[in-house]
């Protein structure tokens, strides 16, 4: 009976707090909302645009299909995944910066390593039949070169 009157107790309490004092925290403080038109600037029309090109990526673009050209002529051919980290950094070293690359294990003794710089990507897949390069260069074209061992 004791705890039945205390949790009335404490939910009173709550809707006392609820219903008649947090409205007037709320509408006292109204320096906490902040007018995001404030840090629009007009822009004025009667003036070009200018255009600015990014240059790095173009480069890094093209870094990036060098690279993947590297590895198609250094037909690199390692079948054990102790090898895949220091494949890993031989050519994530001479990729652009922002290159983001992952080493998968599946199953079978199957791995992977996949590169992939904006809309490119470079793979070298090594699966139980042989070894196997993909890479989808800037112009979205995909190519593949397979070594069956």
Request: proline content about 3%; charged content about 25%; aromatic content about 12%.
């Amino acid at each position: 009976m004791m705890l039945i009157v205390v949790c009335f107790a404490l939910v009173s309490c709550y809707a006392v707090w609820r219903l008649l004092l947090q409205p007037k925290l709320i509408m006292g403080n109204t320096q906490r909302h902040f007018d995001l038109t404030k840090l629009l600037k007009p822009t004025d029309l009667s003036q070009p645009a200018r255009l600015v090109y990014d240059t790095d990526s173009v480069e890094d673009i093209r870094m990036f299909d060098e690279v993947a050209k590297l590895l198609f002529e250094k037909r690199v051919n390692h079948r054990d995944i102790k090898f895949a980290q220091q494949i890993q950094y031989e050519f994530l070293n001479k990729m652009p910066s922002r290159t983001l690359c992952q080493i998968n294990q599946f199953d079978l003794g199957e791995w992977s390593i996949l590169w992939e710089y904006r809309n490119q990507s470079l793979e070298y897949y090594v699966s139980q039949y042989g070894i196997m390069y993909r890479h989808t260069d800037a112009q979205g074209v995909e190519h593949q070169s397979d070594f069956i061992q």
